[in-house]
């Protein structure tokens, strides 16, 4: 399966900050997808990073909040954007890696205070 | 987006036990169905993928019922490592990450 190199692991952060998430996979893949996972909470998609194109953004999600970017077929960031404690959350991308399902990144454990 | 209903946790278990685990899911044209788990503070990890038909992989049992909407896990001689948070995870039309629906998970403990 694809391995994802996903960071930082964890950063605080000051309100109306902005903080960028990197993940490098080390195979080429078309599609790479931003979750966000809340306290308690299932993971939800934010949106879908193809390359050469425009991010496509869930419902609830914006692209001034959570601009992405898909250079080349191995790499993407995801910038949550001048951040509220609301934000605080993990981040994870994800690959689609064949038979084995999704594969996650390490995640990255967010506080904004 | 169709909602992922699991059994709510967490699910107290002594070492050597069999603990099941359901989950159901409301749109009834869903393709595929996963199960992942979470370890704390990690990320999700593929456990295995479900089959109309169930599949088995050593201790862990995965069933599909399409008429009631309905999948299970089975673990069999429980250990300590398997406490963990399982994640219930269903593919519905169009695929791609876009249709990934996940429950809120079953957090399992298991006891020595």
């Known amino acids: 399966s694809a391995v994802i190199s996903q960071k930082p692991s964890r950063d605080i952060c000051q309100r109306g900050t902005s903080l960028t998430i990197q993940c490098q996979v080390d195979?080429?893949?078309?599609?790479m997808f931003w979750y966000r996972q809340q306290p308690g909470q299932s993971l939800t998609l934010i949106a879908t990073a193809n390359q050469g194109s425009e991010a496509t953004y869930e419902s609830g999600f914006v692209i001034d909040k959570f601009p992405i970017s898909r250079p080349n077929l191995t790499f993407s960031t995801l910038t949550v954007s001048n951040m509220s404690p609301e934000d605080s959350s993990i981040y994870l991308c994800?690959?689609?890696?064949?038979?084995?399902?999704?594969?996650f990144g390490s995640g990255t454990r967010l506080t904004v205070v | 987006r169709k909602e992922v209903e699991q059994d709510p946790g967490p699910f107290n278990v002594p070492e050597g036990a069999t603990v099941a685990f359901n989950c159901t899911y409301s749109?009834?044209?869903?393709?595929?169905f996963f199960w992942y788990r979470q370890d704390c503070r990690k990320e999700p990890k593929l456990l295995m993928s479900?089959?109309?038909s169930g599949n088995e992989d050593g201790r862990f049992t995965a069933q599909l019922n399409r008429a009631s909407q309905y999948i299970s896990l089975l673990i069999r001689d429980s250990k300590l490592s398997d406490s963990a948070t399982y994640l219930c995870?269903?593919?519905?039309?169009?695929?791609?990450?876009?249709?990934?629906?996940f429950g809120k998970g079953t957090h399992l403990i298991i006891q020595p």
């Open positions: 195979s080429q893949v078309t599609m």
């Open positions: 994800s690959v689609l890696g064949g038979a084995y399902g999704y594969t």
């Open positions: 479900v089959y109309s």
């Open positions: 749109n009834s044209a869903s393709q595929s």
């Open positions: 995870v269903v593919n519905n039309p169009g695929g791609g990450a876009d249709g990934l629906t």
